[in-house]
């Protein structure tokens, strides 16, 4: 079976540090990956997604990048933290296409900047 | 891309049936309706998916008429467990969709 990792789960960084948030998946290969935010009481909003190695697609313009170093490997980063950035942060999987359509989520990072 | 509007808020008893309904206006023909709970501190999780007519799961129904500009996600006898917040969304793919603020479900004892 397929499983996807998130860590940290909760972490508390002060405004201009650096972040690194780090997804995983077991069981499925060439996934696609996806990273979503979503800031308190609010819907989800996609910011980067990937459909291979080194493959990004950035859906809104800010200070985070993503990498995908590994075929089951996404990371999200970024050199200096704003206060804006604080929210819950969602890694998905899902098929290629033609089985694309259902994303699998992560348990998620909560993180809140000071 | 398709844009959805859907209840910001529904109440409900335990043991009733639960319609929730999505406008999709400007849907494209390729664009598949899909529908997503959450619940808090967790991700979303993958509910019912349709392109036309009725679906239906162990876990729901989805009515999508004729013209595909709406549809409605049906939980039969809702339990508490139940409430969360019901995200619809219409895309061609996943790296077209867009999770809206979605519908916040209470169930009530």
């Known amino acids: 079976s397929q499983t996807i990792h998130q860590w940290p789960a909760t972490l508390v960084q002060p405004v201009g540090s650096p972040l690194s948030l780090e997804c995983t998946v077991e069981?499925?290969?060439?996934?696609?990956l996806y990273w979503y935010r979503q800031a308190a009481g609010r819907g989800l909003q996609l910011l980067f997604y990937s459909v291979g190695i080194g493959q990004i697609s950035s859906e809104v313009p800010q200070n985070l990048s993503a990498s995908r170093p590994q075929d089951r490997q996404f990371i999200l980063s970024s050199k200096k933290l704003l206060l804006s950035d604080s929210g819950f942060y969602l890694c998905?999987?899902?098929?290629?296409?033609?089985?694309?359509?259902?994303?699998?989520f992560g348990p998620g990072t909560r993180l809140t900047v000071t | 891309l398709a844009k959805t509007t859907q209840p910001i808020s529904m109440d409900s008893y335990e043991g009733q049936e639960v319609n929730i309904t999505c406008s999709h206006n400007n849907i494209a023909t390729n664009d598949y309706i899909t529908w997503y709970q959450q619940f808090p501190s967790q991700g979303p999780r993958f509910i019912i998916q349709?392109?036309?007519t009725k679906v239906t799961n162990e876990v729901a129904s989805l009515f999508i008429p004729a013209d595909r500009k709406s549809s409605t996600l049906s939980l039969p006898r809702v339990s508490l467990s139940d409430t969360a917040v019901y995200y619809c969304?219409?895309?061609?793919?996943?790296?077209?969709?867009?999770f809206g603020a979605g519908t916040r479900l209470t169930v009530k004892p």
């Open positions: 969304l219409v895309a061609l793919d996943n790296n077209d969709m867009r």
């Open positions: 349709g392109y036309k």
């Open positions: 998905a999987w899902s098929r290629r296409p033609p089985q694309a359509y259902e994303q699998y």
């Open positions: 069981g499925t290969s060439n996934p696609n």
